[in-house]
């Protein structure tokens, strides 16, 4: 079927969504310029692969730590207010960075300190923004196509800032990608001040906040499709997703470059991911999503395994640009699954526990691929991480018939497909 392109673009018809899609696309340039530059710094500072792991993990733990908390917050306060002031923290902390490193100060305590308090205000902006999405898309058809276009301005940020990062941290240092990070939050909090949001009331059960941290983990963990989906995010995010902090060690000792190299392998990463998020707007319909978790988890697993064997540089870029497809159309279509198949007063909740396993698992992959990459090499511990997303998509996958049962009344009662599709027609 023939998908024109202004149909994979139809949420910006939404005020609000397109405020949010360029000051984000903005931002998130500078976001990975940071995240680039920062790998470097570690790795010039101390040339160890558990330290760069080190400061992944203390970067994310918070994360896993106190989403549940969170999540009971983000569904009792305002999710715009919420974004605002997290927005302006992320700001700051990249300036404080900036000016240690520009002024020659910076030191690896001073990185793992940020890195600790970076985790701590994304462990509410990340839940928060998953949630608000549903806010500024009015109607409900329109949310899978949200989701995805995100995902597409995530990682098309992730294409340009990388190569940007690498060719500054070669010319004029690391500093001024920190400096430039900070400096593009601007766009995102004044696209934030201009929304015109309206004041939503949910109806929390209780004012019991361990209650409701209790309730949200019943509810998340009790629903089959949403706990074998978080399941399996979390075990990507586990063996999978750390490969990015073992980017430095690729780009230098295997393949033989510099800190542009370096940027070289996650642009292209990058642009697998934006054909991924483009590939997931054009579809218009959230059916099949299911067995599409599962095929991308095993792109994802192959891709990975095929760039841990390669010492080429042009065939390590394009494993990587398959590994950023795969990833992407995983996390994607589980965050649309999740949104469209949960209750409302409960979204911050289950967001936060997608945080958790996207993020707060990354925190600890990324420190068993450190110290695994310490004692077995950095290709050995990839091609393990491959072997068991691979794995994780073959287990989901026997499972796609039953959740597809439990699945396709509640797109029925919700308007996402029409009464009398059997539930053996292949879609979930």
Sequence with gaps: MKTNFKEILRSLKYRNYRLFFAGQGISLIGTWMQQIALSWLVYKLTNSALLLGLVGFFGQVPVFVITPFTGVLIDRWNRHHILVATQTLLMIQALILAFLTLT???QVW?????SLGLGLVNAFDMPARQAFVIEMVEKKEDLSNAIALNSAMVNGARLIGPAVAG?????????????INGISFIAVIIALLFMKVKKILFNVSTNNIPKDIKEGFKYTFGFSPIRSILLLLGLISLMGMPYTVLMPIFAQDILHGGSHTLGFLMSSAGVGAVI????LASRKTVLGLGKILAISAGI????LIAFSLSKNLWLS????????FGMIVQIAASNTILQTITEEDKRGRVMSFYTMAVVGMSSFGNLLAGTLANK???????????AFCILGAVIFSTRIPLLRKIVYPI???KGFMPEGVKSDSGSK
């Design 104 to 106: 020659g100060h910076i």
């Design 411 to 413: 797109y029925i009662k």
């Design 300 to 303: 994802f697993g192959s891709g």
């Design 376 to 386: 077995i090499g950095a290709p050995y511990t990839i091609l393990i991480s491959g």
């Design 276 to 279: 991924g998020g483009v590939y």
């Design 167 to 179: 060719i500054l941290v070669a010319i004029v240092g690391e500093g001024m990608c920190f400096l």
């Design 317 to 324: 870029l394009s494993m990587l640009l398959i590994v950023g």
């Design 110 to 114: 001073h990185i793992v300190s940020l």
